[in-house]
């Protein structure tokens, strides 16, 4: 029976500072001519009525070359480490070290832009899956086998009677109700969810350097 957790990580706003590739696809559009505001705003607007846009969709129509201009745009900018909160590498690091096995679990209804933040993050080379649902403890519990253990589809190397959720958003743990699931909601203002009720698994931090590995 495996005897690690596995750690299951949030992308955007959680690892990476999603509104700065979002500013710096508005610059990148707007340098081949083409509406990056509009774009942003209706990205933006996506994101706050909790739905999602398929942002490949709405860059490629904007013209034929507009996908492959933001690519490479986001990979250069992706040299300066532009991208990632500063706690992100060294809490990844110290679950390298711990030799405690991770997974970064994103919503997006583009896999391809949510691929592409991941590279342009420098993350690439960790084990992910692009979930078409919000609902992360819902699927992370769907992974569990009658043995009760977890097996990331896909990852079956990663597999672990025991999970550690960590996200930005409190609706991601909705469906924490075992012992063997605990999470972290990240809070890194302090005061974007400051009387939220959660399971009592859960708690909440505002860094990740607050994770216990």
């Known amino acids: ?3 690690k957790p596995l750690f299951i990580i949030d992308l955007d706003r959680t690892l990476i500072d999603t509104d700065k590739i979002v500013r710096a696809l508005a610059i990148t559009l707007k340098q081949q001519g083409y509406d990056g505001d509009g774009l942003v705003s209706e990205i933006e607007r996506a994101r706050l009525s909790e739905n999602d846009i398929n942002t490949k969709e709405a860059i490629s129509s904007l013209g034929k070359e507009a996908w492959g201009g933001v690519e490479a745009y986001l990979l250069e900018e992706a040299k300066k480490d532009t991208f990632v909160f500063d706690d992100a590498q060294p809490f990844l690091e110290s679950l390298r070290s711990s030799k405690l096995p991770h997974i970064i679990l994103t919503f997006g209804v583009s896999r391809s832009w949510q691929n592409l933040k991941l590279r342009a993050a420098g993350l690439n080379h ?88």
């Open 1 to 3: 029976m495996p005897d």
């Open 126 to 213: 960790i084990p992910s899956i692009v979930s078409d649902s919000r609902e992360k403890s819902k699927t992370i519990n769907s992974w569990k086998d009658h043995n009760g253990v977890y097996v990331p589809p896909g990852f079956r190397k990663l597999s672990s009677s025991s999970i550690v959720l960590i996200d930005d958003r409190p609706d991601a743990f909705l469906d924490i109700s075992e012992e063997d699931f605990k999470g972290y909601l990240l809070d890194r203002t302090g005061k974007t969810h400051p009387n939220i009720n959660l399971a009592e698994n859960v708690q909440t931090i505002k860094n990740l350097f607050e994770v216990k590995i």
